[in-house]
T-cell receptor, first 112, second 113 residues
């Protein structure tokens, strides 16, 4: 699986959009971009995934560049409860199962 | 609510004393995973079951074993825990073909004394 690079940490103000970048320059054509987050002392939680097109769900939006070498997770209105470690992962979905290789992630701190 | 359950949430064992961690799920998912997460590190996949087929990661120590007696339950056995095995152990599930996401349990924090 391709590796990802993320900044170590970032912060944003409550109510503002949080834009979390991720580089995955060696991604291959059949690899998806996944985002998970882990709130302190809890298990990781799926947020969103995409292959080529931008995606949006009730939690976030995922913007993938046309060359697919980078992506941005957008939390449109961050709250204090969004403070967590966010993991950007690229993985091949085989149809049988998806193996996730977690990197170091980015720690997002939402300030009041 | 359908969920992934891990018991106990906290487990203390002695150096070298076998320990078993359990995971159950009400999601009826066919794939179950075990991850190890050491302090301040990212989760690391140990192995997974695709239905009854066991798939071990190449760098998972032999000290770690797993059993899946039925769809709902999966166990992680550590035969001779060392101090370096102290970690959070996370169970996750997924279902083939209809969903791309893995559903994680809350984890079991293992302390080795």
């Amino acid at each position: 699986d391709a590796k990802t690079t993320q900044p170590t940490s970032m912060d944003c103000a409550e109510g503002r959009a949080a834009n979390l970048p991720c580089n995955h320059s060696t991604i291959s054509g059949n690899e998806y971009v996944y985002w998970y987050r882990q709130i302190h002392s809890q298990g990781p939680q799926y947020i969103i995934h995409g292959l080529k097109n931008n995606e949006t769900n009730e939690m976030a939006s995922l913007i993938i560049t046309e060359d697919r070498k980078s992506s941005t997770l957008i939390l449109p209105h961050a709250t204090l409860r969004d403070t967590a470690v966010y993991y950007c992962i690229v993985s091949t979905y085989t149809g049988a199962n998806s193996k996730l290789t977690f990197g170091k992630g980015i720690t997002l701190s939402v300030r009041p | 609510d359908a969920m992934v359950i891990q018991n106990p949430r906290y487990q203390v064992t002695q150096f070298g004393k076998p320990v078993t961690l359990s995971c159950s799920q009400t999601l009826n998912h066919n794939v179950m995973y075990w991850y190890q997460q050491k302090s301040s590190q990212a989760p690391k996949l140990l192995f997974h079951y695709y239905d009854k087929d066991f798939n071990n990661e190449a760098d998972t120590p032999d000290n770690f074993q797993s059993r899946r007696p039925n769809t709902s339950f999966c166990f992680l056995d550590i035969r001779s825990p060392g101090l370096g095995d102290a970690a959070m152990y996370l169970c996750a599930t997924s279902i083939t073909g209809t969903s791309y996401e893995q559903y994680f349990g809350p984890g079991t924090r293992l302390t080795v004394t």
